[in-house]
């Protein structure tokens, strides 16, 4: 009964409850879809809230922002370099595998994929130059951020108002104060929020294998285990490399998030899993302001998943559709994902709009093939979306502990303690010695 308790278990029974009813009735698991988007979209409301809370929080107690500065650096390095594998990895599977070969796209019936590419297409039709991406970074109005939907308005917005609390706050000041307390409420309504994970979790996998389940996932089964292979070789690959340079195990990582992994597996929008690793990261050893300024970045530049995502689905379609596609294109549309990659991949169907924009602007590829991967992108997002979770999770532990922000001995005991109810997240507090390096005394901050 005390693992039935836990958060994880309990939404592992209503993945699987969830796949059985949608296997035996198809047309009432297709009318739990609302479950899922309600759960996402209650998710996708303390976004704002918890990034700026977490960033202001962390960034208005940093007082060397050389260091800061640093980090950013580091980061950014750092999440180019692992999208970049990313890439590779995705491209060196799928042409290892080649699970496209013999399909002959033209000779299937895409009559009933036509009407979904054209909405997609109406979706990435926007311009994703790097001009218009960095432009849209800055919002209409300081509020307006919030009320957007994106996640990179809220940070810019965040790290400002960090940064003025920093160099004019007095230390005597009640902002502090009020900062923390509203940190304390919104983690309490996200405590609310989550025990409705189980719910969600089922209504978004009934509705997917209620509607995209049978003929579709036979079809295509090949490519659907060449992408998850692809996922598995880059989680204990590449991360799991990187992580050991950092001398940590992925294992033990992906122990400590493991209900967070869960949870993107379940609703298949990473976007899922951001408040609560806001929490967790922080109580296992990594300090507040490495989490409050990684993690949310990582959700627009270090998205693993969708570079996986892209990278695979470039190759699949190249074969299925028999289109010449040599190594030297593939690089060159490498180069051209690396931009259309970043931001708004973090929830369902993303990764699909951005693989759209790039066989658009590219032309390098039939746009039609696109409808191929339309009928499973809802199979597929849950490799990505896990997949996004656990890299921006190494991330925020590998750059803790580069800049010496990270305690081990938390890090080691976590989850090996009796901790806080995983439905009830609080938040983190950064440990005494690294709040140190970075932060005034804890008596010089509040009143």
């Not at 309600?38 to 809230?49: C, D, H, S």
């Not at 979706?123 to 509020?143: C, E, K, M, N, V």
């Not at 493991?258 to 050893?285: H, N, W």
């Amino acid at each position: 009964m005390k693992t039935l308790g836990k958060l994880y278990v309990q939404v592992l029974i209503a993945i699987a409850l969830a796949i059985v009813f949608g296997l035996l009735s198809p047309r009432h698991a297709v009318q739990m879809k609302p479950l899922g988007e309600g759960f996402i979209a209650l998710l996708k409301m303390m976004l704002g809230p918890i990034i700026f809370c977490t960033v202001v929080h962390g960034v208005g107690h940093v007082k060397d922002f050389r260091r800061l500065g640093r980090l950013g650096v580091k980061t950014l390095l750092y999440f180019e370099v692992v999208s970049t594998l990313a890439m590779l990895v995705g491209f060196i599977v799928v042409n290892v595998l080649r699970p496209g070969d013999g399909l002959h796209a033209s000779a299937l019936d895409a009559a009933g994929a036509g009407h979904a590419t054209d909405s997609i297409l109406k979706a990435s039709s926007a311009d994703f130059s790097l001009t218009h991406f960095l432009l849209s970074i800055i919002p209409r109005t300081l509020f307006s951020a919030f009320t957007s939907g994106d996640i990179l308005p809220v940070l810019f917005v965040s790290l400002l108002v960090g940064a003025a609390l920093s160099l004019a706050g007095k230390p005597d000041w009640i902002a502090y104060k009020l900062l923390d307390e509203a940190q304390a409420i919104v983690f309490r309504i996200l405590g609310f929020i989550m025990r409705l994970s189980p719910l969600g979790a089922f209504g978004a996998m009934a509705a997917a294998v209620g509607s995209y389940g049978g003929a579709t996932l036979l079809y295509l089964l090949r490519y659907i285990l060449t992408y998850y292979a692809s996922a598995v070789i880059f989680i204990l690959l590449v991360l799991g490399s990187v992580a050991a340079l950092a001398g940590l195990s992925i294992f033990r990582i992906l122990s400590v998030i493991k209900d967070e992994a869960v949870i993107a597996m379940g609703t298949a929008a990473s976007e899922a899993a951001f408040p609560r690793l806001v929490a967790k990261l922080g109580q296992a050893g990594c300090d507040e302001a490495v989490v409050g300024f990684v993690l949310p970045a990582g959700y627009s530049f270090n998205i693993d998943g969708a570079c996986l995502y892209m990278a695979c689905g470039v190759g699949f379609i190249a074969q299925a559709t028999d289109t010449p596609l040599p190594l030297s294109q593939q690089l060159a549309l490498l180069a051209v994902m690396l931009v259309t990659s970043k931001g708004g991949a973090g929830a369902a169907g993303g990764a699909l709009v951005k693989l759209t924009a790039t066989l658009q602007s590219t032309r390098a590829l039939p746009l039609s093939g696109v409808g191929l991967l339309f009928g499973i992108d809802r199979i597929l997002a849950i490799a990505t979306s896990t997949t996004n979770v656990i890299g921006n999770s190494v991330a925020v532990f590998v750059l803790s502990r580069w800049e010496g922000m990270f305690d081990r001995r938390r890090f080691d005991a976590y989850g090996r303690e009796e901790g806080p109810s995983p439905a009830s997240p609080t938040p983190p507090e950064p440990a005494p010695a690294q709040a140190r390096a970075i932060e005034a005394p804890a008596g010089d901050r509040l009143t």
